[in-house]
């Protein structure tokens, strides 16, 4: 993964005019990809959020890139 080469891409959900919230940025925690999997008791928001990033996750690591850890909005190509 390239991310602090500046070869990472920063990208949102959308479906027409419609951006699907995935939550924001919280420069305090280490694992922002898994933030919302590892936290309990969430709220019907922050479902959302979850559900959103799983389906960020499935179809981008399908697509051969991964994610930079601590940063779950940036994305390199792995292959």
Known sequence: MNHLSGFAIDLTLV????EFPLG???FSEK???NYYEKKKNLTKKEETIRNNRRILKKVMR???FEVYAPEWWHWGYSK
């Open 15 to 18: 479906k027409g005019k419609k």
């Open 24 to 26: 924001g940025i919280d």
């Open 31 to 33: 694992d922002h990809i």
């Open 62 to 64: 399908k697509s051969g």
